[in-house]
């Protein structure tokens, strides 16, 4: 499935935000991975030191956003206990490798290969993010994806 989505992104290092059309990250193909229609998004202070795109290690263009929540677009061929149509938040924990000693012990947090969205992939500051499946947090239905999706940076 190849659509478009808007992201707000990061150019250089304390460069401006900026909306930009790109094509959405299908996880066809990519097993375990989910691509989630982003209703909501926080702004948290780690978002500023994201924005600011200095690290050393950058990859460019920088899409910021780690309190998401949205509804399931797309799944991978893999994802087991999600459906289209399902609410999620995206939080700071964005996945971990499933295979270390920290993960074995479900430590996932302390994964030395843990992720966090907006600084290892394209981040929750667009329309559409996609993200492996052990980063979703269901969402009750009645909590409003607006209220819920600050929830997620906390979420680890
Ligand atoms: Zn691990
Ligand atoms: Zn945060």
Request: hydrophobic residues 45%; glycine residues 14%.
């Amino acid at each position: 499935m190849s659509d478009t989505a808007v992201a707000m992104v990061v150019t250089r290092p304390l460069g401006s935000l900026s909306p930009l059309v790109a094509q959405t990250a299908s996880p066809t193909g990519m097993w375990v991975w989910v691509r989630v229609s982003v209703t909501a998004s926080g702004m948290c202070n780690a978002d500023i030191g994201g924005a600011a795109a200095t690290g050393a290690d950058t990859v460019f263009p920088v899409v910021p956003g780690h309190e998401i929540a949205g509804v399931i677009a797309e799944l991978g061929d893999q994802v087991q206990g999600w459906s289209v149509g399902d609410r999620a938040a995206v939080g700071w924990f964005g996945g971990s490798c499933g295979h270390c000693a920290f993960c074995r012990a479900g430590d996932v947090v302390h994964c030395p290969e843990r992720k966090v969205p907006g600084l290892s992939y394209p981040g929750g500051w667009a329309q559409s993010i996609t993200v492996p499946a052990d980063a979703l947090a269901r969402i009750p239905d009645e909590l409003d994806l607006v209220d819920a999706a600050p929830l997620g940076c906390a979420g680890a």
